[in-house]
């Protein structure tokens, strides 16, 4: 297992049984939640295929809104988590992410849209959507674990809030019902079902 430049064994946390066992079952080695600022983002070593999943909430509102639809902060994590076992099963290369002593650095398209569901991430991300749709029972009670998890865990320099609605306009600076983002058609034709 070789962990990110900037994070050390006691960054990682080993998430609720059922969360490695879904990981298990789709071919991650070993998965781990991460509550560090440097963190910014979930990632997969594809040499390993080891997961270092993001469960800080500092930009879970840009969840919030279709195509992620997440209800809370324990539904991203879920969401980020599946993404990364999209990546997984997919066996894609890491070539978009490098780490150093001072965080993550990912290679990013200049459109927003493309650099999140463009080849590879829009592969790693029908899988999350693909998982929410065919096993409703089984993601829900993820998300619902998930989301117990966020309630018990104690975050450093939290600098969020888990009320969806209070969360969105603590961010955007504008009611949840307004909806800023504007997406694209071939992003909706992508995943209809989630329009």
Not at 47 to 59: P, Q
Request: proline fraction near 5%; charged fraction near 30%; aromatic fraction near 14%.
């Amino acid at each position: 297992m070789s962990i990110p430049a900037y994070l050390t064994e006691k960054d990682l946390i080993i998430p609720p049984s059922e969360v490695v066992t879904l990981c298990k079952e789709y071919k991650v080695n070993n998965v781990f939640f991460v509550d560090n600022i440097k963190h910014t983002n979930s990632l997969r070593d594809s040499e390993d295929d080891d997961v270092f999943i993001n469960v800080r909430g500092t930009y879970w509102a840009n969840y919030i809104e279709p195509p992620f639809n997440a209800k809370n902060l324990g539904e991203t994590i879920l969401l980020r988590l599946l993404h990364e076992i999209g990546h997984v099963i997919n066996q894609h290369p890491a070539k978009y992410v490098s780490s150093s002593s001072t965080g993550l650095k990912i290679d990013r398209e200049n459109d927003n849209w493309i650099s999140i569901f463009g080849e590879i991430e829009g592969e790693a991300w029908s899988f999350a959507f693909e998982f929410r749709r065919d096993k409703p029972d089984r993601y829900n009670n993820l998300a619902k674990l998930c989301e117990d998890w966020v309630r018990n865990h104690k975050y450093s320099k939290k600098d969020w809030l888990l009320n969806a609605e209070d969360q969105y306009r603590n961010i955007f600076h504008v009611n949840l019902s307004k909806k800023i983002f504007d997406i694209p058609d071939w992003v909706k034709e992508k995943y209809p079902y989630l329009f």
